[in-house]
Structure formats: C-alpha cells, structure tokens
C-alpha cells in the first residue's frame, strides 16, 4: 500500500480541525468549517488554500526556450522574465497530458507548475524529450517548495497590511520578502478573482500560513477550491480535459499558436480546420438537483448526447456545471439524476454576476 503524501502544512489543518481527503495521493483538506462559507470568503473577500501538493518542474540550459516552445502549444518567446502563462502539453495526437503554468525564472530558465495527479507522468515526459536536445537540466524539485494560494477581492489589500506591496500585475511574479520569508508571489490563481500565489521554502510556508490565519484569513479546502472553478469555467485534468480531449473540444483554442511547431500539432489544427464531434458546454438548473460528474446530458427528445464533467452548488450562482455535447446542439437540455430528467439551460462561463464577482467586477 502506497503512503499518502502530506504537504508542508498537513500538521497545521489537523490543529485547524480540517475535514482531510485523499487527492492524487496527497492528505489534503476538504473543508474547514464548511464549504459554502469558504466559497464566499474567496468571492466576497478573502481566503487561502493549501495548494503545495502541485507539482513543480524546473527546466534550464541554453536550449530551454527553443524546447519548451516545442514542447507547449503556446508561443513563449516574447514571455519575459518575471512573467507566466497558461498552456498545454500535448501527445502526438493532439490530447493534453497536462494543463501548467510556466514561468520564466531566468533567460534560459523555466519552471512548470503541473497538476499534482500528472506530476510524475510530465517529468517523465520532459526529461526522455530533453534527452535530444542536449545539456538540458530538467528537476522536480516539488518537495522543496510549499505553495499557498491567497485568493478573493481584498488578497492584495492584505498583503500591504502585511508590508508586502505588489508592483505585478495578473500573470506576472516577483521575488520578495513575507513576514520575514523569502517567496515568490504570483499573480495567479484558480477561482476566477484576484489574488497571488505564495512560493516559500517548508519552513517558510508553514510561517507565512501561521501569519495569516493570525489576519483573519480564512483557511479553505478543496471542496470550495472546485466549486470556485467550476463557477469561473476553470477546467480539471481527468474531468474537462485528458489525453483523449484536446484543445478544441476543450474549448482551449486560445492557448494554441498555429504559427509554430509543438506536439500534436497536425492533428490539432487538422481539427480547428474539419471541426469536432463533441465541444464543451457550461449549464445551469432550472430544477431542483444538483449535478455531478458522469449525469448523463439529454436532448428535448430524451436521446443521450454527452455527460456530465463537473457539476456543484454554488452559493452565487445555484446548481451548475460542464460538459460535452455535440457543437451544432443547440436546444434545451436535461439531466438523468436519479432517474429523474432535471431541466437545464445552456449557459456561458463564468456563471457568476460578473458585476458583483470575479477579477473585472465593478467596484462602488
């Protein structure tokens, strides 16, 4: 039997009366005091996860970017350090083995946060692909990093409370000091508001979260890390995305660039040119259910025409959810819970009032 993996801060949700849960193989926390509650700390003012069980990928030598550019659908030679993005990697055929953020550390350095699920798959995949491209240095180097993500409204404004002041914008990072500590702080995040992402060494991260539950942060779990990136559209590996999906189904065209090589590219435009037999969708009930992962989706006929990805409750935007059904369907849809066809209507992301939530809302 295979020991479940604990992060840097796994003593300090035990002392926090954390509700734990396997996830990829990591202790990981699903609640706190409840998901709702840590759902709308994050959308109406702040609240932190533990998200160091993602995995971290460091690759550097002097061919690094001409092999990441090979490597990413996504064009990196005008990403400039101090700077990320999100992308793909994908197989021959053009499904996604991962999606990551990449960050350029260094002219000729790198380092991929990848999904904790595909963390020992993406090394494997870098380091037998670099074998080709000479002195390349590829490192997990995932356990000597702890990784907080410091998401809502007023994240920012905390940190200045904290003496940090941030002169980066989204997708941008800096090195700097946090209650004494050396971090990373990225302007990054899962849940579809502001916010940064805290890269410390173990010790660090363990100070750093001490610090802040001391500011009234709200700690939060996974359960309202998911209901959050359902609600922005966010997609999760094994869900939304695989290798059998690509990102055109995915409706992840925007991270591909046709005007360079990478893997799986052939196949990928070939089906931006022939199109797709499935997409994917967003939904919202009209009924009382609540939607989860393998529902079937049905036509106004009552035919199947695709299934369930992702499904919640939000407490901002009701029962909602993903997934895949025909690109040229158009009309209502209902889903098979518990035997019962649930009325459903076709929505766009993000599922929230983009006025009162979400990193464009409007301020009064």
Same mark, same amino acid.
């Given at each position: 039997?295979?020991?479940?993996?604990?992060?840097?801060?796994?003593?300090?949700?035990?002392?926090?009366?954390?509700?734990?849960?396997?996830?990829?193989?990591?202790?990981?926390?699903?609640?706190?005091?409840?998901?709702?509650?840590?759902?709308?700390?994050?959308?109406?003012?702040?609240?932190?996860?533990?998200?160091?069980?993602?995995?971290?990928?460091?690759?550097?030598?002097?061919?690094?970017?001409?092999?990441?550019?090979?490597?990413?659908?996504?064009?990196?030679?005008?990403?400039?350090?101090?700077?990320?993005?999100?992308?793909?990697?994908?197989?021959?055929?053009?499904?996604i083995?991962?999606?990551?953020?990449?960050?350029?550390?260094?002219?000729?350095?790198?380092?991929?946060?990848?999904?904790?699920?595909?963390?020992?798959?993406?090394?494997?995949?870098?380091?037998?692909?670099?074998?080709?491209?000479?002195?390349?240095?590829?490192?997990?180097i995932?356990?000597?990093?702890?990784?907080?993500?410091?998401?809502?409204?007023?994240?920012?404004?905390?940190?200045?409370e /904290?003496? $940090?002041?941030?002169?980066i914008?989204r997708?941008?990072?800096?090195?700097?000091? =946090?209650? &004494? !500590? %050396?971090?990373?702080?990225s302007r990054?995040?899962?849940?579809?508001?502001?916010?940064?992402?805290?890269?410390s060494?173990?010790?660090?991260?363990?100070?750093?979260?001490?610090?802040?539950?001391?500011?009234?942060?709200?700690?939060?779990?996974?359960a309202?890390?998911d209901?959050?990136?359902?609600?922005?559209?966010?997609?999760?590996?094994?869900?939304?995305?695989?290798?059998?999906?690509?990102?055109?189904?995915?409706?992840?065209?925007?991270?591909?660039?046709k005007?360079?090589?990478f893997?799986?590219r052939?196949?990928?435009?070939?089906?931006?040119?022939?199109?797709?037999?499935?997409?994917?969708?967003?939904? /919202?009930? $009209?009924?009382?259910?609540?939607?989860?992962?393998?529902?079937?989706?049905?036509? =106004?006929? &009552? !035919? %199947?025409?695709?299934?369930?990805t992702s499904?919640?409750?939000?407490?901002t935007?009701?029962?909602?959810?993903?997934?895949?059904?025909p690109?040229?369907?158009k009309?209502?849809?209902?889903?098979?819970?518990?035997n019962?066809?649930?009325?459903?209507?076709?929505?766009?992301?993000?599922f929230?009032?983009?006025?009162?939530?979400?990193?464009?809302?409007?301020?009064?």
């Amino acid at each position: 039997m295979i020991e479940e993996r604990k992060t840097p801060l796994y003593e300090e949700h035990l002392k926090l009366g954390a509700r734990m849960g396997n996830f990829a193989g990591w202790k990981m926390p699903l609640w706190y005091k409840g998901a709702m509650k840590e759902h709308l700390a994050v959308r109406e003012d702040r609240g932190m996860f533990d998200v160091s069980h993602m995995g971290e990928i460091s690759v550097s030598g002097d061919k690094s970017e001409d092999f990441i550019q090979i490597l990413v659908t996504s064009d990196i030679s005008k990403l400039e350090e101090g700077s990320s993005l999100y992308t793909v990697i994908c197989n021959e055929m053009g499904g996604i083995k991962d999606d990551v953020i990449i960050f350029r550390t260094g002219e000729n350095e790198f380092l991929l946060v990848v999904n904790a699920i595909n963390r020992e798959k993406i090394y494997l995949w870098i380091k037998n692909l670099s074998k080709l491209w000479g002195n390349l240095k590829i490192k997990d180097i995932t356990e000597r990093i702890g990784l907080i993500a410091l998401q809502g409204p007023n994240s920012i404004e905390l940190l200045d409370e /904290a003496g $940090l002041s941030l002169s980066i914008r989204r997708f941008q990072f800096q090195e700097d000091e =946090l209650f &004494g !500590e %050396k971090v990373t702080i990225s302007r990054t995040g899962y849940t579809g508001e502001d916010g940064v992402e805290i890269f410390s060494d173990p010790e660090g991260i363990r100070v750093i979260w001490r610090k802040l539950i001391d500011m009234g942060v709200e700690p939060c779990g996974l359960a309202s890390r998911d209901s959050l990136r359902i609600e922005a559209g966010f997609v999760l590996y094994g869900n939304e995305i695989s290798e059998e999906i690509s990102p055109i189904e995915s409706k992840l065209s925007f991270v591909v660039s046709k005007e360079k090589e990478f893997i799986g590219r052939e196949k990928i435009i070939e089906k931006m040119e022939m199109g797709v037999d499935k997409t994917r969708i967003g939904f /919202a009930l $009209l009924e009382k259910g609540i939607p989860r992962r393998g529902q079937e989706i049905l036509s =106004l006929e &009552g !035919e %199947k025409i695709g299934e369930v990805t992702s499904g919640t409750y939000s407490p901002t935007s009701g029962a909602i959810g993903m997934g895949y059904i025909p690109p040229d369907y158009k009309g209502k849809i209902y889903l098979k819970i518990r035997n019962r066809e649930v009325e459903a209507e076709l929505r766009n992301w993000p599922f929230f009032d983009r006025e009162k939530y979400g990193i464009g809302r409007v301020r009064k």
